[in-house]
């Protein structure tokens, strides 16, 4: 055998092709998780004050991560801090971290390039605490039918499944007649399929909180069909982009951009699509920004009204900080009706849910002392 053939196998029994690493199941790669937003508040706030007092961004960063609680939030910000003392742009470096959402890194990148990052930071914490508020507000809305309807639901199904067939057995010598026979009938139908009900509501419910699609269906559905409802969620949105395009175009940040930027703060609602498209037709077609919202956004014709007005004028920022103002408390009235609407529909649904737990439980009862007295005449 010859020294090349020999060589030849050696290298082919001591090489061995390289391994492909195999990728991590999705099901347990751990969840990115944003901060909470009231935690974002405290260090946006501090972040600011720092900045005004003539600390620089990383040295401020650096502070703030020191001593705090949140392990998370520091490791964050000493990451951020080393990035900044790299030479990478402040937002990317926020945006590095995957702990902050696109709104935010939108402003930073803003307040950055107008030389203001201490005003956007100050937007921001007052931006996080307005929404923190009004989520509180909503929060409280939606818990009382959520603890009232499932247990009044959970009342019925025991009285059906465990009251209403002892009062059967009870009654076993008499042949049920009318609303009786109706009352056990139904007690029958609930007795078979109450589990599959209760894991179809639990499925429900779990598809509403896990997708936003469905979400937004539902949302979309509602302001259809309740008129409180979409005047509440048009205001909350209209508020949201205003006040971050006011914030923006007030700080030097041209109209375009502003109107890129903030629809990022309503990226999961139909105004994302429509502000993209008006910044564009703004910025290529050179028409008036009040034209663009009033061909390509779904705004209220007052919005589309202040803003030619603020073009006209020079007064732009102006308007944009009034009409803002304007659906803060337009949104804040609409919530005390639309708690008063929930108030109603919960009721209304109270009072049914107890009156079939009361007919099905005590009817069969009343009901049938009269029947026995027939039977024995």
């Known amino acids: ?17 390289a391994q492909k690493k195999k990728p991590e199941s999705s099901l347990f790669t751990p969840r990115n998780r944003l901060f909470k937003k009231k935690e974002l508040v405290q260090m946006f706030r501090s972040l600011a004050s720092m900045l005004r007092a003539q600390i ?29 003392n790299k030479g990478v742009p402040i937002h990317d470096a926020f945006k590095n971290s995957k702990k902050f959402d696109d709104m935010t890194i939108g402003l930073i990148q803003a307040g950055g390039d107008a030389g203001q990052l201490d005003t956007a930071f100050s937007e921001l914490g007052k931006r996080l605490k307005s929404e923190l508020f009004f989520r509180k507000k909503i929060r409280k809305l939606i818990m009382m039918p959520c603890i009232v309807i499932p247990i009044l ?54 598809i509403i909180w896990k997708s936003v699609k469905v979400r937004n269906i539902i949302i979309n559905l509602a302001m259809a069909k309740v ?8 205001s909350l949105r209209q508020m949201t982009m205003l006040s971050t395009i006011k914030l923006l175009y007030s700080n030097g940040i041209n109209l375009a951009k502003s109107l890129r930027v903030a629809a990022n703060s309503v990226k999961k609602t139909p105004f994302y699509g429509e502000l993209n498209k008006a910044a564009e037709m703004y910025e290529k077609s050179g028409v008036p920004l009040s034209s663009a919202f009033a061909k ?59 009156a079939a737990v009361f007919l099905g439980t005590f009817m069969p009862i009343f009901m049938m002392g009269p029947q026995m007295m027939q039977d024995a005449i």
Do not use: C
């Open 1 to 17: 055998m010859s020294e090349t053939t020999k060589i030849t196998r050696s290298v082919s029994r001591t090489s061995k092709p």
């Open 56 to 84: 620089n961004t990383g040295d401020a960063l650096k502070y703030y991560a020191n001593g705090h609680p949140n392990k998370e939030l520091v490791k964050a910000l000493n990451q951020i801090h080393a990035d900044v």
């Open 153 to 206: 639901i959970g009342a019925f199904i025991a009285s059906q499944v465990k009251i209403v067939p002892q009062v059967e057995k009870m009654m076993s010598g008499i042949e049920p007649r009318g609303l009786v026979a109706l009352s056990f009938k139904i007690s029958h139908v609930v007795q078979n399929i109450w589990w599959i009900v209760v894991l179809i509501l639990i499925a429900i419910v779990v």
């Open 227 to 234: 008129r409180v409802v979409k005047l509440m969620v048009m």
């Open 296 to 354: 390509y956004t779904s705004v209220d014709p007052q919005v589309v009204h202040m803003l030619a007005i603020g073009e006209k004028s020079a007064s732009l920022d102006v308007q944009l900080g009034m009409l803002s103002e304007m659906f803060e408390e337009d949104a804040e009235t609409l919530m005390d009706d639309f708690s008063q609407f929930v108030s109603f529909v919960v009721m209304i649904i109270a009072v049914m849910l107890i």
